[in-house]
């Protein structure tokens, strides 16, 4: 087979460990969906074919043994190999369309958008709460009273009662959140909460409460300057 | 039909069988239900037809593919002008006749492609009448006034087309040849308005500015002048220029891998370099472009810059990024195959350098194409506490996205200038602190946009916007603007060691070329779908909405689907247009 087909297999090998074994082991990671492991294998692999092909030498080092080995004459014990492969080829093409056909108990891939579109009458709104010291500090006592329990009085998603939750409550300190979003935006994903999301943001998984329905709305918007300042983030504007 | 008649015709024959009895019935009948016209009369008039609809295809699915392929074949031929005058222009400079033949080539094209792309402009303004009344007379209301603009540009750059090309034997020494090329330069200043002008009736669908009172001009005006129109004149501009290159590119990759003697291997293979060459030279300012686009975009509407980017569409930009991902790599490895195959023994050299650069690319493009919710199993997402990975979420937003893309374009300039050296020793004194100045800028320039880019995820969103993501872009575009002229200056006294071997390339090279082609056009129709799409349920954003049976935005997959369709039909339109305009040359070969 030669050390030119070896190199990449260990290559490929060794990617694909880093990203199921070492990736997750990261203080403050998590596992890989396999669709994003695909994704950097198909990388990786593509890497292999153009450096290969860069020359005719690397070309034919990297080709002849596959060419060899599927066309060759004389090739020894690798001719059982060959045989398994045009075997395993068929079986596992079948054992795809078989899996992505039959009938599964389990449930469809997620591919939930964690900030859907807001609707159009949220688009054009500012705060229209003053921001001083009072206010700010009155938000975060709110924020305290209310959000605190799922949000964290770190801001950082871990409250309390956070562990019962699937998806986990927002953690705001980190900055692709609200550093992100505009007020208007924080604004109506409080008052509405989870059950006022758009299909792509799949309402049914979230237990975000509808707070419209116990808090004014200029306490949503002191809310708002509150998780900002304690989570030290800044909204998205245009100015 | 035929059914219908013959029971017509059996109801008369019954008629003049019953001796005229059934005939004057009729006529009682109609004598009586006279007065009923009075009644008629009172009754509002029907009201107007707001759509139309044809069986099967559906209106919406015509109109897409037709508006497609017309913008893909404006692109086209807006894009060629472009390439042919910039060929011509070098050739009347250096005075390298194959320059000059090259931008004939591809002028001769011009003619019929013009015509076809006019004939999909007119099918699809039938449609739009036919199945969207309400919209057009919404639209021909604001826009009448640039409807005739528009008219008196397509007369005057047929014209212009005309002469040029007609005129090219006739205008090939001295003043006429200077006349020419001032031809050549009115032929793009006008394509350029014939851009611009619908580029406002599409862009005022998106980020309208509506006048309640004022002159028919100037509520034109105030509705061509909407927020969007100049990013969208500027990226759609520059991807012109991508499109004419690239095609110009596969164009070559194709008659290269068909070629028959030396002579046509070495001038197919020079012609892919050269449209290589343009679609790169293109592709390197386009992502600034586009990025401007977008902040425009969010900056007018946040629901529609979140639809598009972290809403349902935003799928659609982690297929951008495969795609954009495929064009870096493709366009880097036909640099690379040159270097290997064109100055033989520089691969030795380079390969090294080659080899880190791929990694940059992979390891970019990898972040670029991580999105921010990530399909997942249902325990895949309990293990990571929902759709957002809690380490490599942070690639998913603009700060990484940005970052990586600038990295990508650096690269991909740094293998241009590194297939320009190739080959060539420098002779000047000053030689080897000019390239240490080159590195020294190079790698300073990449730890600023790194280091910028990771700065960004702790500032504001406005100063990563305003400042952060502008001083990338001005520091990439400083590099190139400093790097050029001094290979350029560094080159002039270099001497060559190892001439440039052409017709050499492996058949995979023209294969590139190819797929370069495919992937920019696969581009310019997922982001047409994009454009579009991000209007959800409006004809015109938040003034005109769209209330017919398709006001809703086709899934993906389904989309995905009519945009191969547009590419492959696309595809098979421009081979038509070379094929009629090669004949009379592979004819005139043959003969003699």
């Known amino acids: ?239 | 039909m035929q059914q219908q008649g013959g029971w017509f015709q059996r109801l008369l024959q019954a008629g003049r069988g019953h001796g005229g009895m059934f005939s004057a019935l009729l006529w009682a009948v109609g004598l009586l239900s006279l007065p009923a016209l009075a009644f008629g009369a009172d009754v509002a008039p029907a009201a107007a037809t707001e759509y139309r609809d044809i069986p099967y295809i559906g209106s919406r699915n015509l109109v897409w593919v037709v508006a497609q392929l017309h913008l893909l074949l404006a692109g086209f031929v807006l894009g060629v002008p472009i390439f042919a005058w910039l060929c011509e222009v070098v050739a009347w400079k250096t005075g390298e006749k194959r320059y000059d033949k090259l931008a004939k080539e591809f002028t001769k094209l011009l003619t019929s492609a013009y015509a076809t792309t006019a004939l999909f402009g007119g099918i699809l303004l039938f449609l739009l009448i036919s199945f969207y009344p309400k919209l057009m007379n919404y639209l021909t209301d604001i826009f009448f006034p640039s409807f005739i603009v528009y008219c008196l540009l397509f007369l005057v750059e047929t014209m212009t087309l005309y002469l040029y090309w007609y005129g090219w034997d006739a205008m090939q020494d001295g003043h006429k040849k200077t006349f020419h090329i001032f031809l050549g330069f009115m032929l793009n200043f006008f394509a350029f308005f014939i851009m611009i002008v619908p580029n406002s009736w599409a862009t005022f669908q998106a980020s309208p500015v509506v006048l309640a009172e004022g002159s028919d001009i100037a509520r034109a005006w105030a509705a061509t002048w909407n927020p969007t129109w100049w990013p969208v004149n500027i990226h759609r501009l520059i991807a012109n220029v991508v499109l004419g290159g690239y095609i110009c590119g596969a164009y070559a990759g194709i008659r290269y891998l068909s070629a028959r003697n030396a002579e046509e291997r070495d001038h197919y293979d020079w012609m892919g370099y050269v449209g290589n060459f343009i679609g790169v030279f293109g592709l390197l300012p386009l992502p600034f472009a586009g990025y401007w686009l977008m902040r425009e975009i969010y900056q007018y509407n946040q629901q529609m810059g979140i639809t598009l980017m972290g809403g349902f569409l935003s799928w659609l930009f982690i297929l951008q990024a495969m795609l954009i991902g495929v064009l870096f790599l493709g366009s880097n490895y036909y640099f690379w195959l040159g270097i290997t195959y064109r100055i033989p023994g520089s691969e030795l050299k380079y390969r090294k350098s080659m080899l880190s650069m791929l990694i940059i690319l992979l390891l970019c493009l990898g972040v670029w194409m991580t999105p921010h919710s990530l399909v997942a199993s249902l325990e895949e997402a309990r293990k990571m506490g929902g759709t957002h990975h809690p380490l490599l979420g942070v690639f998913g937003v603009m700060s990484a996205k940005m970052t990586v893309s600038n990295l990508m374009i650096l690269v991909t300039f740094m293998s241009f200038i590194m297939y320009w050296r190739a080959g060539k020793e420098e002779t000047a004194g000053w030689a080897k602190a000019a390239k240490a100045l080159m590195s020294a800028l190079l790698v300073l320039a990449g730890i600023a946009v790194v280091v910028l880019g990771v700065w960004g995820y702790f500032v504001p969103a406005i100063i990563r916007i305003n400042y952060f993501s502008t001083s990338q872009v001005m520091i990439v575009l400083f590099v190139m603007l400093t790097i050029t002229p001094l290979t350029a200056l560094l080159l002039k006294s270099a001497k060559t060691t190892t001439e440039m071997v052409w017709g050499k390339m492996p058949p995979r090279a023209g294969y590139a070329l190819v797929l370069n082609a495919i992937m920019v056009i696969l581009l310019m129709t997922l982001m047409g779908y994009a454009r579009s799409s991000s209007r959800v349920h409006w004809h015109v954003y938040g003034v005109l909405r769209d209330s017919s049976q398709y006001a809703f935005s086709p899934a993906l997959g389904y989309a995905a689907g009519i945009m191969a369709l547009n590419t492959f039909l696309f595809c098979m339109i421009v081979a038509f247009i070379f094929w009629v305009a090669t004949m009379s040359d592979k004819a005139k070969a043959s003969h003699s």
């Open chain 1, 1 to 239: 087979m030669g050390g030119s087909l070896l190199k990449p297999v260990i290559l490929i090998g060794i990617v694909y460990a880093i990203l199921k074994f070492v990736v997750p082991n990261i203080p403050g990671s998590a596992p890989l969906p396999a669709s994003l492991i695909f994704l950097y294998l198909m990388l990786t692999t593509s890497g292999i074919v153009i450096f290969a092909t860069l020359s005719g030498e690397s070309k034919d080092a990297f080709w002849n043994p596959i060419q060899r080995f599927m066309t060759g004459e004389n090739i020894g014990g690798l001719q059982v190999l060959r045989y398994g492969v045009l075997l395993l080829f068929p079986l596992m093409v079948g054992w795809q369309t078989y899996s992505s056909t039959a009938t599964s108990d389990a449930p469809p891939s997620e591919n939930r958008t964690i900030h859907p579109a807001p609707p159009g009458e949220y688009t054009g709104l500012s705060n229209p709460v003053p921001k001083t010291p009072d206010t700010i500090q009155q938000g975060k006592g709110f924020y305290a009273a209310f959000c605190s329990p799922c949000h964290g009085g770190n801001f950082d998603g871990k409250g309390p009662a956070a562990r019962g939750f699937n998806p986990p409550p927002a953690n705001f300190s980190d900055p692709t959140t609200i550093a992100m979003l505009q007020e208007s935006y924080l604004f109506w994903r409080i008052k509405k909460g989870g059950v006022g999301l758009p299909i792509e943001g799949m309402p049914w998984k979230s237990a975000m409460p509808r707070w419209e329905v116990e808090l004014p709305d200029e306490w949503i918007w002191k809310i708002i300057m509150g998780e900002y300042d304690g989570a030290h983030q800044a909204p998205r504007t245009w100015e």
